[in-house]
């Protein structure tokens, strides 16, 4: 299997430097291209392969006064100047004397004039490249057909703030940023246990982009990660920059609207996903980490519910059960019980109705889809004008949309209350991809709601059902929990049950380890009559 | 692909050609009470009333003219006349530019000259059209034209349609009129053992209406609309009235009895009355079989609060209240009777005893049912009740009793 | 035969309770008060044993046959002619009661909601949605129906404890007033219905745990029973028997009683109920439907029945247009024929298979 990996890896590399220096370097060539003793070949090579790129940059200079020529390879703005001046440049060229009979002169450098932490050795000239890209600098002296390869990457990077789109009361504040290597570290300090694996691929014929499986040993089922792992290596596009190219290439149905993957901000939510036997990828460049399989119900969890008191996490799953109808069926059955079933509304609310209808020269229907994208428009408008003047837009809109229309006769009060409870209600769903598919639905539920009544809801509400039975992530049942029916996950669906109760994980997940915790947690106050009646 | 296309291109079908069924909120009249009566040419005459959305307030920012006038009048009857009653009510379309719309309509109305003689042809289109609802509509027979009924102007719960609802909702304050759900009627009408019976609506002077001059104030409407007594049928004829008090006697052998005052003297020498707050009340019909004939034994336990006392009477002992339980039981079991009395001379069996014979004797029954019409005017009914005084209010003895 | 998934015995009890619930539900009062009166309550129980007796026949045939439905091992028993038609007797039963589902779901669409909206699109509908959720295969219909299916019986419930407050016990006495026979014509129709969870010849072989196939089917007879219960009660006990055996609808009727003064709201909610119905009556179509293609891909010894799904609903909606031409005849058909006949297939023939089988048996061993 690992070689398996490897050589692919290999051959996508190949693949892609051979893609982007075909008329410098022939194929083949590359990877056969030695580091020759003779230091000025090994760099007219480099700059062969560099081409004008201005911030590659090949400094020369001389160790300990002239004993012998090098030269660092590195990428301008990838790097830590400082650490590279004072722990690489100062020793070598000022205070380094090579002793003789020490053995060759690369391994004293390293062993006597390297004040750094992570030095690997390197021998061909397509790693150097490759490691060069990465951030790192190369140490090429003469007469060795060897270099050193010094890990001093040192870009700008966002510090982990907390996740706009995840927002917590209470919990971490503490979001994934672009960077990798930083996303991983949150996740280790969260997971403190050497059977986090965190499995390395690189995907991306040009983008090389970095890709991280993360699952824990013994909880993840083997399956599911050689599953996910094969899925990854069938990718081969020449880039991915964010973690949605991913997800769209990892889907077992591809033309679903609903996400199968779990995407997150939240070191915690992976962590905690972790746990329960997922497996989570994370992408270079995104602060979005995708977790595997994301079924229905993983959709609808938020980390928050397990920092609050479990009544209160209950009552807001609850509520985000409620918010999800309602955002996928408000409108239709307003218009499917104004239009169909009158005689549902209670007589003193259908009078008020009728009374706000008087005059409105629109059909329910047409009312119901101009307020909706109107309101869609807003929302994104919102999004994509600059902060200040978002605000301004929203403002404006909501005045334009809820008063003006309203005054000037155009819509009724009770559709703007309707299409804004919808509006409101899609904010309550904690993963923004299931939000956008309830939006994208509930236009066709308008339209069956417009000319079949509740039936037409009932047929498209069965449809989505059918649909959603027959789908699948990563072998799991997407509806899983909710049918296949089991009674012991339902502790954490509708409800959020005490922690001392949730005794097993997710029963689709992990078959093997089901066991989350021992039994008899609940806590209890001190048996005083035992210990004498007091502390 | 040809074949999602395809599927795609049926659903729009389905989508453009779809709206079938569809009716505009807006463009439908909510019917909210009906009257059917009797035409002079024997035929079907329909009146039903329609609210006026706009003049009843709520959107009034909606509409091309924002906040209409509240001159308009809040709703408006129409009158259809037809041979049945679907072709009546189609005979409304030529006026009214609303489709009629019956499922929020709870209030039906029998005319008394079209009861007497039998209301038993309509009932199948009442039953069988799907908007109309037998367990949500009321029944009534009305005292009067009901045209007239169904216009009587009140500054409050402006449209006699939902005015009727709202006293109906309050109709345990005294259990003296006695509405009965369509279904029920229907039920009622079905059954071997029993008579149907339907509440009464009548149109009442209003005493209080004075008109002073030079008064701006808008005056009182000169009459009220008045939930009144029940009406007996015997098959699907009715027979006659009960009074508010038999009524009240029907409705405990009914169970219906959902509160309301007992007034009666109190013991001692003066004319004093004590007023008694029904709580709850429960009955049983058991029937027996004598050599002297057959015997229905009402039994009712009823249990009540005392709200009112005139005379110097010391409640506040037990062997007085025991007193007042057996007065007050024995003005319960008077109500009764009086009803009993009156639908035996009317030959209606509205309280169910044939039902109860047949429950109990359904062989005997076979034989006796086709004369039951003769037997239910010489049976003996006995009342049996255990009524009960809980409490009293704030004050124990009356404030003229002194200390 | 294309590998269609298995499923566990629970998943094939709530199949064998959808199969039955939807229709059973919306008709089971009206056809069983016209004949036992007040006394349907009691029909339904006898209805119950008779439904036992039938699922426990039928499963002891299929567990002779634990890998094979039961239009494969027809030709088993019989010899191959004689066994392929029953085989197609089978096939066909599934089919005809698939489009007789949805001619009473168009009737009662357009009685009740709908009256101008030409009754094909209903079953139009209703068969696309079928055929939809065939493609899934077994496992996915299992889904489907399990959870409409819990929603169809907590609105149900729902619907009772409205109306709890007004089912009054006088409406069910006299009990036995005319004897048992009429008691025992009323458990006639039920009983047939109860029938059709021998549904599980179909199923069989794809359990996957067969032990508990025996107890689950058992329990499935019982959770129709107590619905049934449920429905008769609440139609009989608010309405009385003369008015429920007069409506088409009894359970809608029951739906549109619900009345509460002090929460008007919930009155006049019956479309909601219809809403869950629908569902209802969609899986109740799609378990007829599944068995049947399936049934017919193992009768023509085709490897996947998913080709056929297309033709045969074509079919069967061309069969549910033009078969009955009004209501009257649907429903004295559907009270006096349609009992009859799936008895003839679920029980007589099938005890009529497994006595061939059992007699084979024995020579078999004899010789």
């Known amino acids: 299997m690992r070689k398996l990996i490897k050589k692919k890896l290999q051959d996508l590399l190949r693949n892609t430097i051979n893609w982007i220096h075909q008329p410098a370097v022939e194929r083949h060539d590359l990877d056969r291209i030695p580091i020759e003793p003779d230091l000025e070949i090994n760099i007219k090579r480099l700059q062969e392969i560099s081409g004008v790129n201005p911030d590659f940059i090949i400094r020369r200079f001389e160790i300990g006064g002239g004993i012998a020529e090098a030269a660092i390879v590195f990428i301008e703005g990838m790097v830590e100047r400082g650490l590279l001046n004072e722990n690489l440049l100062n020793p070598l060229m000022i205070s380094y004397r090579p002793l003789k009979k020490r053995g060759p002169l690369l391994d004293q450098i390293l062993r006597f004039a390297l004040p750094m932490d992570v030095v690997r050795e390197c021998d061909n000239l397509h790693a150097v490249i490759d490691h060069v890209l990465e951030g790192s600098v190369v140490l090429l002296v003469h007469g060795e057909s060897r270099s050193l390869v010094l890990e001093a990457a040192g870009f700008i990077t966002r510090t982990p703030e907390e996740p706009e789109t995840e927002a917590v ?367 | 692909m040809k074949r999602q296309v395809l599927l795609i291109l049926v659903l729009f079908i389905c989508f453009i050609t779809g709206c079938w069924d569809l009716r505009r909120i807006e463009d439908l009249g909510y019917v909210m009470a009906m009257a059917i009566d009797r035409s002079s040419n024997e035929q079907i005459r329909l009146i039903v009333q329609l609210p006026n959305p706009r003049a009843l307030g709520g959107g009034q920012r909606g509409g091309i003219t924002p906040g209409a006038s509240i001159d308009v009048k809040p709703y408006r009857n129409y009158e259809g ?285 076979k034989k006796i049912k086709k004369d039951w019409p003769e037997i239910f005017p010489s049976i003996k009914v006995h009342v049996q009740v255990d009524a009960r005084i809980r409490r009293m209010g704030m004050i124990s003895k009356p404030p003229l009793l002194g200390p | 035969m294309r590998e269609e998934g298995k499923i566990s015995a629970l998943q094939a009890m709530v199949y064998q309770v959808s199969i039955v619930s939807a229709t059973a539900i919306l008709f089971t009062p009206a056809i069983t008060a016209k004949h036992a009166k007040q006394d349907a309550w009691l029909s339904i129980i006898i209805a119950c044993f008779f439904g036992s007796l039938q699922v426990y026949t039928a499963i002891s045939l299929a567990k002779r046959f634990p890998n094979k439905s039961v239009v494969q091992y027809a030709p088993q028993i019989l010899g191959t002619l004689p066994g392929k038609m029953v085989g197609f007797i089978y096939v066909f039963y599934f089919f005809f009661v698939g489009y007789f589902i949805q001619q009473e779901f168009a009737a009662l669409m357009c009685s009740s909601y709908m009256p101008y909206t030409p009754s094909v699109v209903f079953m139009l509908i209703l068969a696309l949605l079928a055929a939809y959720a065939a493609y899934g295969g077994l496992e996915v219909i299992c889904r489907v129906c399990s959870i409409v299916q819990t929603l169809v019986f907590a609105t149900l419930a729902l619907i009772f404890l409205l109306i709890i407050k007004d089912i009054k016990i006088w409406r069910f006495l006299p009990p036995l007033e005319n004897g048992l026979r009429p008691i025992l014509l009323g458990a006639i129709p039920p009983g047939g219905w109860f029938g059709e969870t021998a549904v599980i010849l179909m199923l069989y072989p794809f359990i996957n745990n067969k032990e508990k196939a025996v107890k689950t089917s058992l329990l499935a007879v019982l959770i129709l029973f107590i619905t049934m219960e449920i429905v008769v009660i609440g139609a009989v006990g608010l309405g009385g028997p003369a008015e429920t055996a007069r409506s088409l609808f009894p359970t809608f009727n029951m739906a549109r009683c619900i009345k509460l003064e002090a929460l008007p709201i919930l009155e006049r909610q019956d479309a909601l109920f219809m809403m869950v119905w629908v569902g209802g009556m969609m899986i109740k179509l799609t378990t007829f439907f599944f068995a049947g293609i399936l049934g017919l891909a193992q009768w023509l010894n085709l490897k996947d029945y998913r080709p056929l799904i297309l033709p045969s609903m074509a079919v069967m909606t061309a069969l549910a247009v033009q078969a009955w031409e009004n209501i009257a005849e649907l429903f004295s058909f559907s009270g006096e024929v349609f009992p009859f006949t799936i008895i003839l297939v679920n029980f007589i023939i099938t005890g009529f298979l497994l006595t061939i089988a059992g007699i084979r048996n024995i020579i078999l061993k004899n010789t």
């Not at chain 1, 599953?227 to 290596?233: A, D, F, G, I, S």
């Not at chain 2, 216009?151 to 109906?168: E, G, T």
Request: net charge positive.
């Open chain 1, 169 to 535: 009361i209470r919990g971490s504040r503490e979001g994934f940023t672009e960077t990798l290597h930083i996303n991983i570290t949150l996740l280790r300090r969260r997971l403190k246990t050497p059977n986090l694996i965190l499995e390395n691929i690189i995907i991306g014929r040009i983008s090389h982009t970095q890709v991280v499986v993360g699952y824990i040993r013994g909880l993840a089922a083997p399956k599911l990660v050689a599953e996910v792992k094969k899925r990854l290596q069938r990718i081969d596009v020449d880039g991915i920059l964010e973690s949605h190219y991913l997800e769209e290439m990892l889907r077992d149905q591809p033309l679903s609207l609903f996400p199968q993957a779990v995407t997150t901000e939240r070191p915690d939510r992976v962590a905690a996903n972790l746990l329960e036997g997922r497996v989570a990828i994370l992408t270079d460049n995104t602060p979005f980490a995708l977790i595997v399989p994301g079924e229905f119900v993983a959709h609808m969890q938020s980390p928050e519910d397990f920092y609050h008191h479990f009544i209160l996490g209950t009552f807001i799953r609850l509520l985000r059960w409620g918010a999800f109808a309602t955002s996928l069926l408000l409108p239709s059955v307003y218009v499917a019980v104004t239009t169909f079933h009158q005689e549902m509304i209670p007589s003193r609310l259908l009078l008020n109705l009728v009374a706000a209808r008087e005059g409105v020269p629109f059909a329910i229907v047409l009312e119901a889809l101009i307020m909706e994208v109107a309101f869609e428009i807003l929302r994104e408008a919102g999004v994509r004008l600059p902060r200040a003047v978002g605000q301004a837009v929203s403002i404006v809109g909501a005045l334009v949309i809820g008063e003006a229309a309203v005054t000037a006769g155009l819509v009724s009060p009770q559709m703007v209350i309707v299409v804004a409870m919808t509006g409101i209600s899609s904010f309550l769903s904690p993963s923004f991809d299931l939000a956008i598919s309830i939006r994208i639905l509930r236009f066709p539920m308008i339209l069956l709601a417009s000319s079949l009544g509740l039936f037409g809801v009932s047929t498209g509400l069965l449809a989505i059902l059918i649909h959603l039975a027959g789908l699948r992530s990563f072998g799991v049942p997407y509806l899983a929990g909710l049918t296949p029916f089991h009674p012991d996950d339902w502790k954490d669906i509708i409800t959020r049950a005490p922690l001392w109760m949730m005794r097993r994980r997710p029963t689709e997940l992990s078959k093997r380890n089901q066991k989350r915790q021992v039994s008899g947690l609940k806590p209890e106050p001190p048996d005083l009559r035992r210990q004498g009646g007091r502390f």
């Open chain 2, 81 to 365: 006349i037809g041979p049945t009653m679907f072709d009546a009510l189609r005979n409304i379309s030529h006026e009214s530019s609303r489709r009629l719309f019956f499922a929020q309509n709870h209030t039906l109305i029998f005319g008394e000259g079209m009861a007497r003689e039998s209301v038993g042809k309509v009932l199948d289109f009442l039953n069988r059209n799907v908007e109309i609802r037998p367990g949500l509509t009321m029944v009534f027979i009305a005292k009067g034209d009901p045209a007239k009924i169904l216009d009587i102007p009140n500054p409050h719960s402006v449209v006699p349609a939902l005015r009727i609802n709202d006293i109906m909702l309050w109709r345990g304050q005294t259990s003296r009129f006695a509405p009965v759900s369509l279904s029920r009627f229907l039920e009622t009408l079905s059954l071997e053992g029993q008579e149907p019976y339907a509440g009464v609506i009548e149109a009442t002077p209003n005493p209080t209406a004075r008109v002073k001059e030079g008064e701006k104030t808008a005056p009182q409407p000169s009459l009220s609309l008045r939930l009144t007594g029940a009406a007996l049928f015997r098959g699907d004829r009715m027979v006659g009235f009960l009074n508010e008090t038999e009524t009240r006697g029907l409705l405990w052998v009914l169970n219906e009895v959902k509160g309301g005052q007992i007034v009666f003297s109190c013991p001692g020498p003066k004319d004093n009355k004590v007023t008694i707050e029904i709580l709850r009340s429960n009955a049983k019909i058991e029937p027996e079989i004598t050599e002297g004939g057959i015997i229905m034994t009402v039994k009712i336990r009823e249990e009540g609060n005392l709200v009112e006392v005139e005379g110097p009477l010391d409640i506040s002992k037990p062997e007085v209240i025991r007193e007042l339980d057996r007065l007050h039981a024995e003005a319960i079991s008077q109500e009764v009777m009086a009803a009993v009395y009156k639908a035996q001379e009317l030959g209606s069996d509205a309280f169910g005893f044939g039902e109860a014979f047949r429950r109990k004797y359904p062989q005997k029954w």
